[in-house]
């Protein structure tokens, strides 16, 4: 079946422009994650979708940085006034259930490569 | 605070060899820990987690409590083993964090 898929998988953007990352994550999937991820780095997590209930958004960098995922399913992460240190890898991942056993487990889609001018 | 620390950033070892990537991480509590490979121009994808106490395509990770550490081992390294490891950490089910990667190079 159908993975998680993000559009575009390459942006470049002007510094001070908006952009709008798309993410589809698996149909039926309930959580939804997206990272940040810098040349040479892992992950870093952004923000977190259970449904279409932002439960933590602890790991946006600023206030320019929002998500959402208005009918618990696609999400959309925007970054308005882009700056150079914007430019990274922003994956979107998604689970089933978090699970009273634990947490399930993540599937990721390709990523988007942000460059910022 | 690092919670997660890979202190190799690139591994090299011959076929058949031995292989272990390192993986410590800090938190007093009970986290989960899990190990995500990434093959060439492939997404990223879980290969083991603690709780499953499973070996995946001949790995294995051991949770040390005392050590803080949850290193990924191979007896035998095969070329297609090359890749990005990723070493990652839950505490509450809806936040991780991961280490920044060890590459593995498996030499033929």
């Known amino acids: 079946g159908a993975g998680v898929s993000q559009s575009p998988r390459y942006k470049v953007a002007k510094r001070g422009q908006d952009v709008a990352l798309r993410c589809d994550p698996i149909?039926?999937?309930?959580?939804l994650f997206w990272y940040q991820q810098a040349l040479g780095q892992g992950p870093e997590f952004l923000t977190y979708?259970?449904?279409?209930?932002?439960?933590?958004k602890s790991g946006l960098p600023s206030d320019r940085f929002f998500a959402e995922r208005p009918e618990g399913s696609v999400s959309t992460l925007k970054i308005q006034r882009t700056q150079q240190e914007d430019s990274a890898v922003y994956l979107c991942?998604?689970?089933?259930?978090?699970?009273?056993?634990?947490?399930?487990?993540?599937?990721f889609g390709p990523g988007t490569r942000l460059t910022v001018l | 605070a690092q919670r997660v620390t890979q202190p190799e950033k690139l591994l090299s070892v011959f076929k058949g060899a031995p292989v272990e990537l390192k993986c410590n991480y800090s938190?007093?509590?009970?986290?989960?820990l899990f190990w995500y490979v990434q093959y060439s121009r492939q997404r990223l994808q879980l290969l083991l987690r603690?709780?499953s106490r499973e070996s995946i395509k001949g790995f294995t990770a051991d949770l040390n409590k005392g050590e803080t550490s949850f290193h990924l081992k191979k007896p035998f390294a095969q070329e297609e083993d090359s890749a990005m490891y990723y070493c990652?950490?839950?505490?509450?089910?809806?936040?991780?964090?991961f280490g920044s990667g060890t590459k593995l190079n498996v030499k033929p």
């Open positions: 979708f259970q449904n279409e209930a932002q439960l933590d």
């Open positions: 991942a998604s689970s089933l259930a978090i699970g009273a056993g634990g947490t399930d487990t993540q599937y």
């Open positions: 938190y007093s509590g009970s986290p989960e």
């Open positions: 990652a950490l839950s505490y509450n089910f809806n936040k991780f964090y």
């Open positions: 149909s039926g999937h309930v959580s």
């Open positions: 603690h709780i």
